[in-house]
C-alpha cells in the first residue's frame, strides 16, 4: 500500500491484483502484441523503401523455418557466464536476452546481453563493409528480453565494465533476434533486480527508481525469475536437496515416494484437502509421516522423502504454506538418539546435526556465485555454526532465559518470540546461530512421543533451530512389530 | 479367482478384499491379541510355579521402560548383513525378526533372525549354566516376525546353510524379545517370499505350498515389503533416482519442485482430480510440463523434477496409476537435439541416452544384491544395451516392420502389439533391448512439437523404448521469449 503513488507512475510495472485489474493488463498486452506486429510490418516495408541494405545479412529477424534445426551440427556457442579475458581477441557466438539497450547517436549502440544470470556488453559500431547504419538502428530498436545470437570478437576494455557481470566486450559483426519480446514487458529485469538499498540511496540523491512489488513478481514469475537473485535461490534449492540426498545415501537411508492421495488425514493437527477419488473421499497428504512409521515397520531401517505437503491452511505467516516440499528423515533407533550408530563411530544424534552442517559447508564451498548473486539484491551476513552443533536440553534453555529475565513455564511450549530470544542469548554465549534443544516436555509432543527415562515429564525429542527460527523437529517413538 | 480353494485351505494368509471380510479379519486379530495375552499371562505364572529359573535374566520378553533408553551408549549391535566367517568366534549382539522358529526336542531350538533381508541361524541349546530349558521352550515359543536381540558366538558350520543368507550360526547365550507380534499373522513371510517356481516346483512334488495373492499382499503391505525381493526392488528405486540425479546435476541440469495444487489442467489428454481450494476451483498436476517450460522461459537452461503424478484415469493396464513419480527432463536446445552440448563434445541426444546407459550400468554395478534379492523370486535376464545407443527413425521402423510382414500407416501411431514386434526385430538385428525412435510423424505429437525441416510431416521428436515398451517420450519444441 505505501508504494500505490509508484503503482499509478509505473502502472505497467505494478499491476494490481484484482481480477479485473489482471484481466486489464491481459487486454493490454495483448493490444500492444498487436500493435507491435502491425508496426514491425509496416517499419520492416518502410525500411526496404527507404534504402536497400547490402549488409541485410548481418542482422534482422530469424524467421521461423530458418530456426527450424537446418544445421544439425552447427557453429559452437559460448556460454555467457564463460566469457573471460584469456579468450580475448576471439570470435565468440552467444545467445541471450537484449537485457539493455542503449544507442549512441546513430552509429553506435550498446546491448547488455543476459544468459542464467550472467551479461556481457556487446558493441555494435558503424563500420563499412560489416556494420551497415541500419544494423545500428535494428539493435537499437530491439525489444528488451528478446532473444539473440551475436557473433563478434572478444575486446578487454582498459577500464572495468559496471552494467555487466563479464570483464569483455563483444565487438560484434552479426546481430540476429532469434524469439521477439514484446515491446513493454511487465517487469523490467534491472528493475527487478534492484536491492533496497540502491533504490533508497538513489531516492536520497534525488531519483526515484521504480520498486517492483511482490505481487507484480508473482503475476508475471516466468520474468522475475530470470533476475540473478532469483536464479541463485533455485540453484540453491537445487543444491540442498541433492546435498540433503547424498549425505544421508551415504549413511545407508534409502529415498521413499510416499502417496498422496491418501484415504484420511495424516496428521491431526492441521487441515487437509479434500478430494472426490472415483466416488470415494480422499485426502492430501499434510505429511509422510505415518507412511514413513510404515516403511520403519517394514524393515527398511532408515528412510527418507523429498516430496510436496499439503496442507488447507488459513494462517497468513511466512512459515506456513498450503504447498510446500518438505524434507522428511525416518530412522529406527534400538535405544536413545544419543547411541552409537551402525559405524560405531557416529552417533545418531550426530547424522541429524551433521546433515545440517555439511548442508551448511557444501552450500558455501560449491554455491559461492549463487550467494553472491543473492546477496547483491538481499544483503545478508554469512550463518554462524559450530563444527560439532550445540545441543541444549529444554530445561537449559529455560534456565538461560530465566537468567536473562524471561519467566517461561517449563512444562509449556516456546513461542516465537521466546525462541528469537533464545537464538539471541545462545549467539552470545556459544557463538553459534544453530543449535538444536531436545529433552522437549511430554505434554506438548504428539502422543506417540517416548518419554524420558530419568524424569517422565520430558521426553526424548528435539527441535532444530537456526537463527532463532525452528527448522525442523523431531520424535523419538515406540515402533511396533506389525 | 483361481486361488479360491487355497484361500480357504489357508484363510489367515488369503483375506478377501471385501469391507466385511476385512472387519471380520481385523476382529479376529485383535480376538488373536487378546488370547495371546490372556496366554502369556497364565503361562508366565504357571512357569514361576513350575520352577523357578535361576537363568531367567537370559531371556524373556524386555517390559518396555528397559527400553526406554536408559543406557545412553551401550553394547554395540552388529548388522545380520554383516555377519560373516571372518567373525568366528567372535560374541555378537544382533537385533532382528524371528522369521522362522523350529524346536528339535525339549533341549534345542533354531531361530532364523532377519534384518533388512538378510537372515542369520541361531541355535539355542540347553547348557548348564547359561541356556535352561525353560529359555529353549521360550524361543521355540516366540512368534514369528517379533523383533529380537540376540546375543550369542559364532560359529562356522562344516556344511552350507540353506535357510539363512549368513553363512554361519549364532550360539546363542541371552535372547530377549523386544516387540512381540501377533502369534498369527495374515503373511508368513517365507510365502510371501516364495518364487512361482518354486510353488510348481513343491506341486509336482505333491506339496501344496502357500500362495499369496497380490489382494493379500497389498492389504498387508507393511509386512510384504519386509521380503528380500521387496526390499530390493525399493533399494533400486531409491538408486535409479539418485542416478538420474546425479547423471542431470553433472550436465548442468537443476532440480526444481513444480506446484501440484494448480488452477487448470496441465495436459489435455487424460482425466484430472479436481479439488477445492479454499472456494475455488483447483486441480492436481498431470504432469509438470507447463511448469518445466516456464522455467525453461525463466531462463533455467536445463531442468528436472522427481515427484509425483496425478492422473484420475480408469484403465487398468500396467501402464495408468492414477498417482505415479514422474522422472522429467526438460532442456533449452538451440537448433537441434543433434547439436554439441555445452561442452562441445557431447551431443544433446547423447544426454538422453547416455542417461539411460549410466542408469543400467550404475544398477548392475551398485545394486547386485538387490538384483539378486529380487531375480530369486521373480528371474529375469540381464538387459541387453550398447555402450553407443541405437537411434532409429521411425521410418526406418516401419521399414523394418515392412520387411517383417507387418504394415502400418507410416504416418500413423504405433500400438502396443506393433511396438513389442519392432522391439523384437531391433534385438534380432541389433542385439539391444534399448532402443530410440525418432522422427515421429508429426501428426500423432501435441500440438508445439516441431516439425523436420526437411519433411513437414515428420517432428523433431522421439520415444524411448525398452524390452519393447515404451519408457518415455520427448518433444522438441519452440519456446518464446516472454
Not at 565468440?92 to 547488455?112: D, E, P
Not at 566486450?169 to 521477439?180: A, D, G, R, T, Y
Not at 540523491?205 to 512489488?213: D, T
Not at 560449491?366 to 551476513?381: D, H, M, T, V
Request: aromatic share 8%; with cysteine.
Amino acid at each position: 500500500m505505501t508504494t500505490s503513488s509508484e503503482a499509478d507512475a509505473h502502472p505497467s510495472e505494478q499491476p494490481k491484483l484484482s481480477k479485473k485489474a489482471a484481466k486489464k493488463e491481459e487486454a493490454k498486452l495483448e493490444k500492444l502484441r498487436r500493435r507491435l506486429e502491425a508496426s514491425s510490418a509496416v517499419s520492416g516495408a518502410a525500411e526496404e523503401e527507404e534504402e536497400e541494405d547490402p549488409l541485410a545479412a548481418n542482422y534482422g529477424e530469424v524467421p521461423l523455418p530458418d530456426l527450424q534445426s537446418k544445421e544439425e551440427v552447427g557453429e559452437p556457442y559460448t556460454e555467457v557466464g564463460a566469457l573471460g579475458e584469456g579468450m580475448q581477441g576471439r570470435s565468440v557466438l552467444v545467445r541471450g536476452r537484449a537485457q539493455a539497450i542503449r544507442a549512441v547517436g546513430k552509429k553506435m549502440a550498446f546491448v547488455v546481453v543476459r544468459e542464467r544470470g550472467f551479461t556481457v556488453q556487446c558493441v555494435v559500431t558503424e563500420q563499412e563493409g560489416s556494420v551497415s547504419r541500419q544494423m545500428v538502428k535494428f539493435v537499437a530498436s530491439l525489444n528488451r528480453e528478446s532473444i539473440v545470437d551475436v557473433r563478434g570478437t572478444l575486446t578487454v576494455p582498459s577500464s572495468p565494465i559496471k552494467g555487466a557481470s563479464q570483464q569483455v566486450e563483444i565487438q560484434v559483426h552479426k546481430l540476429h533476434c532469434v524469439s521477439k519480446a514484446f515491446p513493454t514487458l511487465p517487469i523490467n529485469l534491472e528493475g527487478a533486480a534492484r536491492s533496497e538499498a540502491e533504490i533508497e540511496k538513489a531516492l536520497q540523491a534525488g531519483e526515484q527508481l521504480v520498486r517492483v512489488n511482490q505481487d507484480t513478481r508473482l503475476n508475471f514469475r516466468v520474468l522475475d525469475i530470470r533476475t540473478p537473485a532469483n536464479q541463485g535461490i533455485f540453484g540453491i534449492q537445487s543444491q540442498v536437496g541433492n546435498i540433503f540426498r547424498q549425505f544421508l545415501l551415504s549413511e545407508g537411508f534409502i529415498e521413499i515416494h510416499t502417496p498422496k492421495l491418501i484415504a484420511g488425514s495424516s496428521e491431526g493437527g492441521s487441515a487437509v484437502f479434500k478430494l472426490d477419488y472415483k466416488g470415494r473421499p480422499a485426502c492430501l497428504a499434510q505429511s509422510p509421516q505415518l507412511h514413513k512409521q510404515m516403511s520403519i515397520c517394514g524393515d527398511f531401517g532408515r528412510v527418507f522423502e523429498i516430496g510436496p505437503v499439503f496442507r488447507a491452511e488459513d494462517s497468513y505467516t511466512h512459515r506456513h504454506l498450503c504447498e510446500f516440499t518438505g524434507l522428511d528423515v525416518e530412522m529406527e533407533i534400538k535405544k536413545h538418539y544419543f547411541e552409537m550408530g551402525l559405524d560405531f563411530y557416529v552417533q545418531v544424534m550426530d547424522i541429524v546435526d551433521q546433515l545440517f552442517v555439511a548442508m551448511f559447508d557444501s552450500l558455501n564451498a560449491s554455491c559461492k556465485k549463487e550467494l553472491e548473486a543473492i546477496g547483491r539484491q538481499y544483503p545478508f551476513e554469512p550463518l554462524k555454526y559450530l563444527r560439532k552443533t550445540l545441543w541444549l536440553t529444554f530445561q537449559e534453555g529455560v534456565q538461560m532465559l530465566k537468567d536473562a529475565g524471561v519467566e517461561i513455564d517449563p512444562l509449556g511450549d516456546l513461542n516465537t518470540e521466546v525462541e528469537r530470544k533464545l537464538g539471541q542469548l545462545v549467539l552470545e554465549k556459544y557463538g553459534t546461530e544453530f543449535y538444536i534443544l531436545h529433552r522437549y516436555p511430554l505434554a506438548i509432543r504428539p502422543f506417540y512421543t517416548m518419554p524420558c527415562y530419568d524424569n517422565r515429564a520430558s521426553s526424548n525429542s528435539f527441535d532444530v533451530f537456526i537463527r532463532g527460527k525452528l527448522l525442523g523437529h523431531s520424535t523419538c517413538q515406540q515402533t511396533f512389530s506389525d
